[in-house]
């Protein structure tokens, strides 16, 4: 099956404005920002696992952080700016948000910062 022809899950207008033309939700608006039960990350999109649970941090920055992602779900491109580093689903290619590397809030050194409308949320 092609690209072009994968059958993602269908997105409200909001989620198509940052999953798709790559968006930011408001700081502190995401439904996930404060969620702390065990369970996984998946892409809003296509359901691939993106984070566990035990990533998750609070960096006050006002989106969910993690610190690690499960491995070959995320990828790294440089953003439009020329200054970030645009993580998106390795999957179906749906912007999540940015990563960034060098401000010490955890022992790997790593802030994935995601929007809550990139992703849902599977309890364990």
């Known amino acids: 099956m092609s690209e072009n022809t994968k059958k993602y899950n269908e997105l409200t207008p909001e989620e198509q404005r940052v999953i798709l033309q790559k968006g ?3 700081p502190f608006t995401g439904a996930l920002l404060n969620e702390s039960a065990k369970g996984i990350y998946t892409c809003k999109q296509c359901d691939a696992p993106l ?3 035990e990533s998750k941090f609070d960096a006050m920055c006002g989106w969910p952080a993690f610190d690690d992602e499960i ?3 995320v ?3 440089p953003d439009a700016d020329g200054r970030r580093t645009e993580i998106i689903c390795s999957n179906c290619k749906g912007h999540l948000g940015h990563v960034f590397v060098g401000e010490n809030f ?3 050194n790593t802030r994935h910062c995601v929007n809550s409308v990139s992703m849902n949320f599977k309890a364990l």
Do not use: I, N
């Open 71 to 73: 491995e070959g779900a």
């Open 51 to 53: 984070y566990t649970s």
């Open 106 to 108: 955890t022992a790997k």
């Open 75 to 77: 990828e790294r491109v």
């Open 24 to 26: 930011t939700e408001r």
